[in-house]
Nanobody, 115 residues
């Protein structure tokens, strides 16, 4: 089993920054890809970013240049640094981990961008 625990969400003004963390535990390896998705009210969950163990990274077009994903393999933790936040970034952010046979979700953390 794999457990993912997110933290770092909250309320921030437009233009502000937040950093999310996702700690993984259980039957995992440092090579497992990890990433982030988000789901805004009334919308489908959407891909935000993903990082492979060797550092290959992909971003959704909507967050390129503003969000940065990183990982600490020693801590089995992935981070999402979010800068220049916009109201449309408001959503529940979910951590995702992929294994060879399955995928796992965290419980989600709320990010609200509002003045």
């Amino acid at each position: 089993q794999v457990q993912l625990v997110e933290s770092g969400g909250g309320l921030v003004q437009p233009g502000g920054s937040l950093r999310l963390s996702c700690a993984a535990s259980g039957s995992i390896e440092s090579i497992n890809p990890m990433g982030w998705y988000r789901q805004a009210p009334g919308k489908q969950r959407e891909f935000v970013t993903r990082i492979l163990s060797v550092g290959t990274i992909t971003y959704a077009e909507s967050v390129k240049g503003r969000f940065t994903i990183s990982r600490d393999n020693a801590k089995n933790t992935v981070y999402l640094q979010m800068n220049s936040l916009k109201p449309e970034d408001t959503a529940v952010y979910y951590c995702r981990l992929w294994t060879a046979t399955s995928g796992y979700w965290g419980q989600g953390t709320q990010v609200t961008v509002s003045s």
